[in-house]
């Protein structure tokens, strides 16, 4: 689709011709609404978590909808499961959901 008009509800002006909008106009609602939180929090995943009620997985998942829409496929951002189940047992250890000892009995059996 092509941007033909802009017009301003306040003094009525209307521009005719073809216009071109920019990457993140064209971003779905939800994906923009992201954007500005993870932009709120400064990148901060921890605080984008908190915010939003969401889990870390969740968090990249949406990070790496965002980036793929706006054209930016990079096989390294995927996050591997490894990395998720590292980043939920330390979560649990900060938490006090677990005990040091069995954070490191879980780490031990994740793959490196």
Known sequence: MTITKLAC???????????????????????????????????????VEKELSISYPTVRNRLEGVLQSLGYRDEKT?????????????????????????AARQLRKIKK
């Open 9 to 47: 509800s306040h003094c009525h002006t209307k521009v005719k011709g073809e216009f071109v909008s920019c990457k993140f106009c064209r971003l779905p609602k939800d994906q923009l609404e992201f954007v500005e939180v993870f932009l709120k929090c400064r990148g901060n995943i921890k605080d």
């Open 78 to 102: 995927d996050t591997s499961q490894e990395e998720v189940q590292r980043y939920e047992i330390l979560s649990a250890l900060e938490s006090g959901n677990i005990s040091s000892e069995e």
